[in-house]
């Protein structure tokens, strides 16, 4: 793991993660972007980031002042600190562009902002219970409804909310362990043991609470935990 003390960018940056992964700190919140992922950061936001063990390899544009101008896409996509998953077969997409164009710049720049305004289409014209939904998903993580119980929550067809979870590019069950590890880099932070940590997120155990971790961080708990204690 890498860790990065907090800085902020002189310029709005738009950032697609090709491998590995990297937490996000700031005001905006705390989250975990991984491969297929889109981070946007307005320039002056102060963050931190903490790559996982796997790396990451991300490609990044930055906004001066004379493309900022020249682009309305720079304004509504900067104008708020936001995660936003792509389709898998983006990453890929994106990730041939980079290696067989002989000068990818321009062509990665033209399909990242299509994307991402389409993106931004899409949560703007989110349907009020699919929003309701996930907030139902990440205030009781520790404890979820079933897709059934969610649906009749939000008073939608179970299979209305399943499509409309794998349209937005994820599922219920992302939603959740997402959320527990988000909130498991505070509980590690506390002189608690991993079981309880495991116990209080909803985990099953032990073992399921450090496989989630590692699939979403990179590393296990306990390589967290001593890594963010020797820093301090």
Not at 74 to 95: H, K
Not at 146 to 151: D, E, I, K
Not at 157 to 177: C, D, M, N, Y
Request: proline residues 5%; charged residues 25%; neutral net charge.
């Amino acid at each position: 793991m890498t860790f990065m003390a907090r800085h902020a960018h002189a310029f709005d940056k738009v950032s697609v993660v090709l491998s590995g992964s990297v937490l996000e700190r700031s005001v905006a919140g705390e989250r975990v972007a991984q491969a297929g992922w889109i981070v946007v950061k307005p320039g002056g936001v102060l963050h931190e980031d903490v790559v996982g063990e796997r790396g990451l390899c991300m490609l990044s544009l930055a906004a001066t002042p004379q493309s900022s101008e020249a682009s309305d896409a720079w304004a509504s996509l900067t104008a708020d600190y936001r995660w936003m998953p792509l389709e898998p077969c983006v990453g890929r997409l994106v990730r041939m562009i980079a290696g067989r164009i002989e000068d990818p710049a321009v062509a990665i720049e033209e399909v990242l902002f299509a994307l991402a305004g389409n993106a931004v289409q899409r949560l703007r014209h989110e349907p009020g219970w699919l929003a309701k939904a996930r907030s139902i998903l990440e205030e009781r993580h520790d404890s979820p409804p079933s897709l059934v119980a969610l649906a009749d929550e939000v008073a939608v067809h179970p299979v209305s909310l399943s499509r409309a979870f794998q349209r937005a590019g994820t599922s219920k069950t992302e939603i959740v362990h997402r959320r527990r590890v988000e909130r498991a880099l505070d509980a590690l932070r506390e002189p608690t043991t991993l079981g309880q940590v495991a116990a209080e997120l909803g985990y099953a155990d032990g073992a399921h609470f450090s496989r989630s971790f590692r699939f979403w961080i990179g590393c296990s708990p306990s390589a967290f935990r001593a890594k963010f204690l020797s820093n301090g």
